[in-house]
């Protein structure tokens, strides 16, 4: 289960312990039945896009603010903007290039998230939650970068209800291979 809210999280279940982990996972014991967790964490995320879109989008959308990828791909990463970031220091369209090498440096972070996950678990069903998954633009996106179909969840609890889905789905394979 990947959340897109205040933070981007990758919650994984695994039949076994994740040892060799980065500086960005945890894993232990899953809360429920006798599989383990792995979790991957990009703490800033939606922060970060919030900050972007009520600086530079203010009144305008998610959506506009995720085109600025489409519409600067050749664009380089930037790092996230600290709190310090003189806003009056750059003109519309550096604002826009801007936000697109943000958004950029996000979506290398996700891949590379992915990446450590599979070194530790073969990925079946993705599940996908969070406010950001209400923007078309964002979804588009990940659907061109991810090359993995993924299912899109987004009621209350999406995170909690994205790990039960995945230990029953887990279960159910486990029953059916016994």
Not at 140 to 153: D, K
Not at 168 to 176: A, D, H, M, P, T
């Amino acid at each position: 289960n990947i959340n897109f809210g205040t933070a981007m999280v990758f919650y994984t279940i695994s039949d076994s312990l994740t040892t060799n982990l980065t500086e960005d996972q945890i894993a232990g014991k899953h809360p429920v039945g006798k599989d383990y967790f792995l979790l991957n964490v990009e703490s800033d995320f939606g922060m970060q896009m919030s900050w972007l879109k009520e600086n530079f989008f203010k009144l305008g959308t998610y959506d506009q603010l995720f085109q600025t990828y489409n519409q600067y791909p050749k664009v380089d990463v930037r790092m996230p903007l600290s709190g310090d970031f003189d806003l009056n220091s750059v003109t519309e369209a550096e604002a826009r290039q801007l936000c697109a090498g943000i958004i950029k440096y996000y979506l290398n972070r996700f891949q590379s998230h992915l990446e450590q996950i599979r070194k530790s678990v073969h990925l079946q069903n993705i599940t996908m939650s969070g406010g950001m998954m209400n923007s078309p633009v964002w979804l588009e996106i990940l659907r061109r970068r991810l090359n993995h179909s993924f299912t899109i969840n987004n009621r209350a609890n999406a995170g909690l209800v994205g790990a039960v889905y995945i230990y029953l789905n887990n279960k159910k394979r486990k029953i059916s291979h016994d």
